[in-house]
């Protein structure tokens, strides 16, 4: 199956993300967001990733200008994805949310369309018993920042049939992306071993250990990770780590998913990392 026509649900950070990348690679995006605010913000955000890209020398300065002319946004789902190939929701954690849209995805889109969600723990088998098309819903969880990162994880639910999870195996390599093939297990793979050292960091903040910069620096140095633990979470944002980790707790059953209470507490006040100016650091 040729995949050409893409729609993004959601323009949050990983949404614009995706939108991106797709159109950089030829596709036709159509980015959909209840807010008219949010979808221009997501355009900043991809002009100005773009930039960056054209002044890194990754893309030539043409590619930026093709790259925006194929992609159009709309407050409009039903319209939009009318005649799409693929629609990849990127909505906030929270079944509940992730449910409706695939309720109108399952409504609005082609016979044939692929159903994708860009979850980071949420069960797609789930998600996909909302819908009357369970065999073309599929978890294609792309990591942030998704024009940088090259891993995709790619989950099939219990239903999920071989051609969907193969188009999708073939879009991500298109995509100039490494695709992962896991089964749907509570935060996957990458969350279920992630947010478990990203709660423990926040543990030993919170019981007096360390300073988040002598956290981060253990991690960074000691075991070479390119980015501390605590930096890492203020880059996904708190608010989405509590809630994964909620899911985890709940899915699983285990104690060692417990979010820490600090981690609450910060997402109780606003502090939500990059995006609000302040988590485990202060950002301008």
Known sequence: MSIGRIAVVGAGTMGNGIAHVAALHGKSVTLIDVDPAA?????????????????????????????LSRIETTTDLASAVAGVELAVEAAPERVELKRSIFE????????????ASNTSSISITEIAACT???????????????????????IRGLATDDATTRAVLDLAAELGKTAVEVNDSPGFVSNRV???MINEAIFALMEGVAE????????????NHPMGPLTLADLIGLDTCLSILEVLHREIGDDRYRP?????????????????????????
């Open 260 to 284: 820490c209470p600090l981690l609450r507490k910060y997402v109780a006040a606003g502090w939500l990392g990059r995006k609000a100016g302040r988590g485990f650091y202060t950002y301008e």
């Open 194 to 196: 992630l947010l478990p």
């Open 132 to 154: 009357k098309r369970p065999e073309v819903v599929i978890g294609m969880h792309f990591m942030n920042p998704v024009p940088v990162m090259q891993l995709v994880e790619v």
């Open 39 to 67: 979808l221009e913000r997501a355009l900043a955000s991809i002009d100005k990733n773009l930039g960056r890209q054209v002044a890194k020398g990754v893309i030539e300065a043409s590619a930026k200008a093709e790259t």
């Open 104 to 115: 109108a995805l399952d409504s609005a889109a082609p016979a044939g369309a692929i159903l």
């Open 212 to 223: 988040p910069e002598a956290i981060d620096t253990v991690m960074k140095l000691g075991m």
